[in-house]
């Protein structure tokens, strides 16, 4: 340890950063794009000795990526190791028996398991140098899948007498969301590492409509690259899209809509699906150069195209937040480590109308699953979200500022938004500001 430090570059990187952290037994808040191999963050500090690294992942797809990753670099059982439930009892046994004789370095879990009476009694016994947790902002109550999160937090680490230097490794947040973040697992003291996501590979247009007919008719031409309907109907370029929608029912009428229609590679998955069923359409989606992903509330955070063309994302009813929003928008990696890259553009279509967002917030208000406190979190989000929707700013402008927890922000317009197409000369004349604000409160 010592010659490395002795020996490091004098840049500061991202891994050293979170090395000298966690050597210096410190909590760690690492917010990375979700295309970001964040177990390469963490893998070295993992390897170097020192304890045990329990590292929890969302799902047991989740940490087989992971374990790939460590079977390229040359590691193997018992050095890594991993308990989610999918094991036999000998094999179970196998791993406790490594872990007690301190030849695992790093064990996998999911919050499920780690919650068990039985995977507590081994943390119990062992020499936990730190631990991971892959996606943390499901801590918070704004974000699909708090709900696991929460009995994770409730049954499994609140029950251990002494909690080790955690790392929590999360998509893109706001300041005040990572204050809160650390508010709720009690880390008084913290090193934040943040990799802002880059905004040059975003395209984000905004259509504001009245009826269902008028956003179907945008959502074919988004596709087709033709606003009339009928015509051949074929993806106007290559590409692989995602869209989103608010619940199951209307998943399964949209896509069997767009099979209707004409469209053939048509995907349909949402929470309701086993989740078998889910990762299956994720990986056939993911292989396939073209194709449509209709989804209601699964988690596609997974989503990895092909990157040899433009992905595209299409919100088909409001998202649950901006954090949201921001967190799906920016999946592209930094350069050097790969992703899309530069030269493939990440097109963003959010499709509104007054009802969507009216739905939207019953949905919520008359949830029998969230409490009042989330209720209000929730209701608060899709507010904020309406008001990014109906803002005049440019929306990457508005999106960089809100990651970044400022009002505003010292960035060029991005020239690709609705926003700053509608002020390019020859686009017509706008209508005055007080007509603009009417037609905005009256419809949308």
């Not at 196998?94 to 009694?121: D, G, I, W």
């Not at 230097?165 to 990572?178: K, S």
């Not at 005049?392 to 990651?403: D, G, K, N, P």
């Amino acid at each position: 340890m010592t010659n490395f430090f002795t020996h490091a570059p004098v840049r500061e990187t991202d891994q050293k950063r979170f090395l000298e952290a966690v050597t210096n037994r410190q909590n760690v808040i690492a917010s990375f794009p979700l295309g970001y191999p964040v177990v390469s963050l963490y893998a070295f500090a993992a390897m170097l000795g020192g304890g045990l690294v329990v590292a929890i992942c969302p799902s047991a797809r989740h940490i087989r990526r992971n374990l790939d990753y460590f079977r390229s670099a040359g590691f193997k059982f018992p050095d890594v190791a991993y308990l989610d439930g999918t094991q036999m009892p000998h094999e179970e046994r196998s791993v406790q028996k490594e872990v007690n004789h301190n030849r695992v370095r790093l064990l996998y879990t999911t919050p499920e398991r780690f919650a068990s009476l039985t995977f507590l009694e081994v943390l119990v016994h062992a020499d936990v140098h730190f631990m991971v947790i892959e996606e943390a902002d499901r801590f918070l109550p704004v974000t699909l899948g708090h709900s696991l999160f929460r009995r994770f937090q409730e049954e499994g680490l609140e029950q251990l007498r002494r909690l080790p230097p955690l790392a929590l490794m999360t998509p893109p947040l706001p300041p005040r969301r990572i204050q809160e973040l650390s508010a709720r697992l009690n880390l008084k003291n913290f090193q934040s590492i943040q990799a802002w996501p880059q905004m040059e590979p975003i395209a984000v247009q905004v259509q504001c409509v009245l009826t269902e007919q008028q956003k179907f008719s945008h959502l074919v031409e988004a596709l087709t690259g033709s606003s009339q309907l009928g015509k051949p109907v074929r993806l106007d370029s290559p590409g692989a899209v995602l869209i989103q929608t608010a619940h199951p029912a209307q998943a399964e009428k949209l896509g069997a809509t767009l099979l209707d229609y004409g469209f053939d590679s048509v995907w349909i998955t949402h929470f309701k699906k086993n989740g078998a069923e889910q990762a299956r359409v994720l990986e056939v989606a993911n292989s396939r150069l073209n194709g449509i992903i209709v989804n209601a509330g699964s988690d596609m955070r997974g989503w990895q195209p092909p990157t040899e063309a433009c992905p595209r994302l299409i919100f088909w009813a409001p998202p649950t937040s901006v954090e949201d929003l921001v967190m799906q928008l920016f999946r592209q990696m930094p350069t050097n480590v790969g992703g899309f890259g530069e030269a493939h553009f990440m097109k963003a279509l959010l499709l509104y109308t007054k009802e969507d967002y009216q739905a939207a917030l019953k949905r919520v208000q008359t949830s029998r699953t969230l409490e009042e406190l989330e209720i209000r979190e929730k209701l608060l989000a899709l507010r904020h979200y309406r008001r990014w929707v109906l803002s005049e700013t440019c929306r990457l402008q508005s999106l960089a500022a809100f990651v970044q927890g400022a009002s505003s922000i010292d960035l060029p317009p991005c020239g690709r938004c609705d926003r700053c197409q509608s002020r390019r000369p020859g686009r017509g004349k706008r209508l005055p500001k007080v007509v603009e604000r009417w037609v905005q409160k009256v419809f949308f």
